[in-house]
C-alpha cells in the first residue's frame, strides 16, 4: 500500500447507532478497531455523547446512517461532531452511508423548505470537516455543502453481483427521474434500457404508472432504483414490467428505506430476488427470503484510507 504522511494523526473509527453492524464490518476490512465511546439517552429523551479516550489531533470518522430513529440518529451524529471539535480532534468526517432528506433538495410547491440544505447546514455548523455519503437521490445537493466530501455510488456493487448471472435481460428504471442513472447501470452489464413514464393524478401526490417505453417481452428484467420506501413505485414497475410479457424480475437498490407497508408490497409481489445493500440496517421481520444483501464496507473502508492517506477516490472507479 502506497502511504503519504498526513497532516492529521490515526485515524479513529466510531460506531453510530444508526449502523452498528456496517461499522463493525467497515472496522475489520480496513483493521483498525471501533474506538470506545458512550451514547446516553436521557429519561427525558436527551442524548449525552461521552469519550473514553482523546482524540486530540487524530483524523476521526463517525459513521452514522440515518435509519430509523432518524432524528435521534441526525441529533446524535451533530451532538458527537462538537463531543469531538470539544477534545481538539485533528479532522472529523461524518460517514453517512444513508442521508435522510435527499428527496426535499428543492421547493416543490410554494411555503415549504428545502431540508437537505438545512441538513448540510448543520453538519458543517456543528463542526465537520469532511462528508461522505452513497448514492444521494439528488445529486445536486453535493452542491449545499460548503467543505468537501465525497458522494459515493454503490450501483457497481450492484451490478457486479447482477453480472455474474449472466441474464439476457432488460433494465428498466420505475420512473424517468432515474432514467440517466438508470442508463449507466445498463452500461455497466452492456444491456439494454426501458423506462416507466409516470403522470400525476390531479392535484394529489398520487402516481399512476402511465406507459413502458422500452420492450421487455420474454425477457428478465431488473428493475434500478436508489432506494424502496413505501415501495409502491417499484409495485406499479413490477406490475407493469409482467403485464408486457416480462420473464423473471430481479429488484436492485441500494437504500432499504422500507417503510410501511414496504416489505409486505415487496412479499406479495413476482420478484425472483431483491437485491439491496446495508446502508440501512433491515429488521429480522423486514428481511425476506428472495432478499439479497450486499456489503458496502469495503468501498467505504477502502474510501476512508484513501482520504486519510491524501490519495485518489476517483481511482477506485478508474475516474
Known amino acids: 500500500m502506497n502511504t503519504q504522511i498526513t497532516t492529521v494523526g490515526d485515524i479513529k473509527l466510531f460506531a453510530g447507532s444508526g449502523c452498528p453492524d456496517l ?6 476490512y480496513i483493521n483498525i478497531p471501533l474506538s470506545p465511546w458512550d451514547i446516553i439517552k436521557f429519561p427525558n429523551e436527551n442524548l ?9 489531533g487524530q483524523d476521526v470518522y463517525i459513521i452514522q446512517s440515518h435509519s430509523r430513529p432518524v432524528h435521534e440518529n441526525i441529533m446524535e451524529m451533530l451532538i458527537a461532531i462538537d463531543c469531538m471539535k470539544r477534545d481538539s480532534v485533528g479532522r472529523i468526517t461524518v460517514v453517512v452511508p444513508y442521508m435522510a432528506y435527499s428527496q426535499s433538495d428543492k421547493k416543490i410547491e410554494p411555503r415549504v423548505p428545502i431540508t437537505s440544505r438545512l441538513l448540510a447546514d448543520m453538519i458543517e455548523v456543528a463542526g465537520a470537516d469532511r462528508w461522505m455519503t452513497i448514492d444521494l437521490h439528488a445529486g445536486q445537493i453535493q452542491g449545499f455543502y460548503k467543505i468537501p466530501g465525497d458522494s459515493l455510488t454503490a450501483m457497481h456493487i450492484l451490478a457486479n453481483y447482477i453480472r455474474e448471472k449472466d441474464l439476457d435481460a432488460v433494465v428498466v428504471t420505475p420512473d424517468l427521474g432515474f432514467a440517466k442513472k438508470g442508463r449507466n447501470f445498463a452500461a ?5 434500457l426501458a423506462f416507466v413514464e409516470k403522470r400525476r393524478i390531479g392535484n394529489t401526490n398520487g402516481r399512476e404508472a402511465l406507459s413502458l417505453i422500452g420492450a421487455v417481452e420474454d425477457k428478465d428484467v431488473i428493475i434500478v432504483d436508489d432506494l424502496v420506501d413505501t415501495g409502491g413505485s417499484i409495485k406499479q414497475a413490477v406490475n407493469l414490467v409482467k403485464s408486457s410479457g416480462a420473464k423473471d424480475v430481479y429488484v436492485a437498490f441500494t437504500h432499504p428505506v422500507l417503510s ?3 416489505a ?5 409481489l413476482p420478484i425472483k430476488e431483491i437485491i439491496t445493500t446495508d446502508t440501512i440496517p433491515i429488521p429480522e421481520d423486514k428481511k425476506l427470503p428472495n432478499m439479497t444483501i450486499l456489503t458496502v464496507s469495503h468501498l467505504i473502508g ?6 486519510h492517506e491524501g490519495r485518489s477516490v476517483g481511482e477506485l472507479f478508474n475516474e
Open 302 to 307: 477502502e474510501v476512508i484510507l484513501r482520504s
Open 23 to 28: 461499522a463493525q464490518r467497515i472496522s475489520d
Open 264 to 268: 409486505t408490497r415487496l412479499a406479495k
Open 48 to 56: 449525552l455523547v461521552r469519550l473514553q479516550g482523546s482524540v486530540r
Open 260 to 262: 410501511e407497508p414496504a
Open 188 to 192: 455497466k452489464l452492456d444491456l439494454p
